[in-house]
């Protein structure tokens, strides 16, 4: 894809988020935020036998980078197992987002995802 490409994939998640909106009775809730820009991303997670993500919804307000990526993030990992969305490689997120569009923004583009390892980090810690 070329950077128009990227930056319309960005503006259709930001404008038509997927997996948005609260997630009753989830396993874990977690937020985050990055005060440099006033971004807030709620993550819902429920985990289904052999660690699955069987739900992944979010709630959240800020920039185009930080919604539109949450939304992209969520659509690659709904039903994988924890492990794999723990092993996300953050370069390989930023060139699956489109470097040119995100490299000023990391840490908009990335907040989810440290978001989301958070989650999957209080589950495992959290009571059983």
């Known amino acids: ?6 930056t319309d994939n960005f503006l259709e998640h930001y404008e038509s988020p997927r997996y948005y909106g609260f997630l009753p009775g989830a396993d874990v809730v977690c937020e ?9 991303i709620t993550i819902y997670l429920n985990v289904g036998e052999g ?3 069987e739900e992944i919804q979010f709630e959240g307000e800020g920039c185009t980078i930080s ?7 969520l659509e690659m ?9 723990q092993a ?5 997120l930023i060139d699956k987002l489109g470097r040119e569009v995100v490299l ?5 583009a990335t907040l989810g995802l440290n978001i989301l390892n958070q989650a ?9």
């Open 51 to 53: 660690d699955i993500a």
């Open 104 to 108: 000023s923004r990391v840490r908009c």
């Open 77 to 85: 990992v709904q039903g994988k197992t924890l492990a794999e969305i």
């Open 32 to 40: 985050g935020t990055n005060p440099g820009c006033g971004d807030v």
């Open 67 to 73: 919604q539109g990526a949450v939304s992209i993030l």
């Open 120 to 128: 999957i980090q209080r589950y495992y810690d959290g009571p059983k």
């Open 1 to 6: 894809m070329n950077r128009q490409d990227f």
């Open 88 to 92: 996300i490689d953050y370069n390989a």
